[in-house]
Structure formats: structure tokens, C-alpha cells
């Protein structure tokens, strides 16, 4: 999903100055110590939106470059891995929902191993492994010992993550992630009620996530916090609330808008906005984007893997309508810069989307809000 904003707080030295102040009149050591504590999130928080500036401002640059050489990367420097194709939730906006008959599947360690061992090869600090791909990852019982693998055989310079709806992450399993030295873990939240978040994120429990969330708070973990809200019709009068609860709490909110998966979700007209609903300023930062990187950018740096070793051409592809090859058989370099791979950059850099099964459909790079 584009991400379209991302909120920071940046009033650290009044808080900081306040809460001197505080001290200095013998106010109680209990209230010092929680404005202490709130500063320092607001700090924390402030470090993580940076950041997130720099790290955005260098996938513009070489997204750029792609569309100004034709040439992509000569690796891939941003991962998703599917270890397993599970999910507990039935999310009214994902087509997981819609699978039926579903054939549970897993990633084998010797495949998972051989995919690390590549990646590493080339590993920079600029490479990025999301250890996640249409699915919840924290189904996967074995996920930690595979992201202290990837720090292993990277020599720490890979940096790892995590996409989950959190309701899973028990106190074992936070101890767990501690352990594995994951970078980063994203909450798909979608609600700041929840009433509203059983709608949308049906057969899941907001009060579990909201306690696990707090539960990692307290853990000291040194893993970066964001927490997700998909814009769309059932939450639209929720976006400045979940932004504020969050904010409050010193934790960096990513917004996006609903897609139509390419295609694959049948009920998009349902709960989909429409024109009239996105604000000016949204629509302006997404035409911007789409201007300058000429509508779509993963084929420009990103690789995803399912479990089985197949690689698809976009993580919104859930029905595998084209597969690039498969890491069993082949390696991903060989795979990143083969025939097929570039004949479909080129297209989309031509814009000839119908010409491409799963493009011809996206609401992403089809649909112009201006």
C-alpha cells in the first residue's frame, strides 16, 4: 500500500523545558517522572520520523533513476518473504477474506536459508527484509528464529521487519521478538474504536491488539513502532482520532488508502472513497508521487517470494497472475534481471498497464483522484 502520510511530534523541548521546570518547584517525583517518560517517546518518535524523511527520500532516488535509465538496481534492496500462508483475521479489505479451500502452506528452513544466504551476498544497509507477504507472520511459530538468521548471516547489516495485526503477540512471543533484534514492526490497526474495528478487521479483537502494543511498550524493546490505519469508508471519521491516540502514546502512525489488491477485491466500489472523500492535500501528495516516479515503483527495487519459492510481480497479487520464476530453480539475481522481469518495467514505464495481468486492474496506478 502507498503510504501517505506519517505524523511526528516535534514540541520535545517545550516538554523537556516543562518538565524541568517541574522539578526545580519540587513537584510530585511521579508526575516528573511520567512527563520524563513522555518527553523521551516524543524524542523517540521525532528520530523515527526522520527516519522515515531519509529513508523515503532515498527510494525516490533510486525510483527516479529507474524511470531516467530504463536500467533497474542490480539487486533488489527491499524483501518480502512469505513464510507461511496463513492469516487469523478476515479483514473486509484484503482477498484473504474471500479464499476458500485454502491449501495451508509452509516454507521449508533449507529454502528460507538458501534465499538468506543470497541476499547476504550483497547485503548493504540499505537492503530491507519484511518477513511477511499476504499473510500474518506471526503464525509462524519458528518467525524470530528466522529474523535472528537473517542478522546472523548478514552480519547485522540487513535490517528486518515485521507487518502484523498484533493480536498474536503474546508476552513469550514480545520476549521472542526482543531477542531477534527485528527493526521494525508495523500494526495494521485500521480503527480508533472498536466497534468500528470489528467491522473491519473482522474476527480479530481490539483490546488484545491495544494490550499487546502496550505490552511491547513496556518491555523496553529497542524495535521502532508504527502503527497502520487503511483509509477507507467504514473508518473515514476516525483518521484525526487514531492519529492523536497515538500520537499521544509516542508512536508514528503510517496512513494509506484502501486498494483494490489488483483487482481482487470484489467488494472495492463497497468500501473504496471516492473522489469527493480525500482531502486536497492527499490527492496532491499522491499525483506528485505518481508524476515523479511514473505511476508505479516496486519493479524498481522489490522482490516477493511465497512460501513455495514462486516469485510474484507485486505483493498486492494474490491470485498469482504472473510468476516471475522460482528460487528453488534459480537464483534471484538471475531472476531480478531476466527477459520477463524487464519486459514488464518497461511497459510500466511506457504506462501500457493492460498490457500487464493484475496492472491492467490496479486502482493504485489506474485511478487519478485530480
Known amino acids: 500500500m502507498h503510504t501517505i502520510n506519517k505524523e511526528d511530534d516535534s514540541s520535545i523541548g517545550k ?39 531519509l529513508e523515503l527520500a532515498v527510494n525516490l532516488k533510486r525510483r527516479l533513476m529507474y524511470h531516467i535509465t530504463k536500467k533497474p538496481l542490480s539487486f533488489p534492496t527491499m524483501f518480502q518473504i512469505q513464510t507461511n500462508n496463513l492469516c487469523n483475521g478476515s479483514c473486509i479489505m484484503c482477498p484473504i477474506s474471500e479464499e476458500k479451500n485454502k491449501k495451508p502452506g509452509r516454507m521449508s528452513d533449507e529454502l528460507f536459508e538458501k534465499i538468506i544466504k543470497e541476499i547476504s551476498e550483497y547485503s548493504t544497509e540499505d537492503i530491507f527484509i519484511w518477513l511477511h507477504l499476504q499473510n500474518e507472520p506471526l503464525t509462524d511459530n519458528n518467525i524470530f528464529n528466522k529474523l535472528k538468521l537473517v542478522k546472523k548471516l548478514s552480519n547485522g547489516k540487513i535490517k528486518t521487519g515485521l507487518v502484523t495485526n498484533g493480536t498474536l503477540l503474546t508476552e513469550e512471543k514480545i520476549k521472542e521478538l526482543n531477542e531477534s533484534e527485528v527493526d521494525r514492526i508495523c500494526f495494521s490497526i485500521d480503527a480508533s474504536t472498536e466497534e468500528n474495528y470489528k467491522k473491519i478487521r473482522r474476527g480479530l479483537s481490539y483490546n488484545k491488539v491495544l494490550k499487546n502494543i502496550e505490552n511491547l511498550r513496556n518491555s523496553n524493546s529497542k524495535t521502532s513502532l508504527i502503527v497502520r490505519f487503511i483509509w477507507q ?52 501528495v499522491q499525483n506528485i508521487w505518481v508524476i515523479l516516479t511514473g505511476g508505479c515503483y516496486n519493479l524498481a527495487h522489490s522482490f516477493n517470494i511465497l512460501y513455495d519459492g514462486e516469485v510474484i510481480m507485486c505483493c498486492n497479487d494474490y491470485i498469482k497472475k504472473i510468476i516471475l520464476g522460482n528460487v528453488k530453480s534459480n537464483s534471484i539475481k538471475e531472476i531480478w534481471n531476466s527477459k520477463i522481469y524487464q519486459s514488464i518495467r518497461e511497459a510500466i514505464f511506457n504506462k501500457d498497464f493492460e498490457k500487464i495481468p493484475g496492472c491492467n486492474n490496479c486502482s493504485l496506478i489506474r485511478y487519478s483522484w485530480m
Open 15 to 53: 516538554e523537556r523545558s516543562m518538565t524541568h521546570h517541574r522539578i526545580k518547584n519540587g513537584y510530585n517525583n511521579d508526575k516528573v517522572s511520567l512527563a520524563l517518560q513522555r518527553a523521551e517517546m516524543q524524542r523517540g518518535n521525532t528520530y523515527q520520523a526522520m527516519f522515515f524523511a
Open 233 to 284: 469508508k467504514d473508518n473515514y471519521f476516525e483518521l484525526n482520532d487514531f492519529k492523536k491516540f497515538w500520537k499521544n502514546k509516542g508512536i508514528t502512525t503510517e496512513i494509506g488508502i484502501v486498494n483494490n489488491r489488483a483487482g481482487t477485491v470484489s467488494n472495492f466500489k463497497d468500501i473504496g472513497l471516492t473522489h469527493k472523500n480525500i482531502p486536497f492535500k492527499y490527492k496532491f
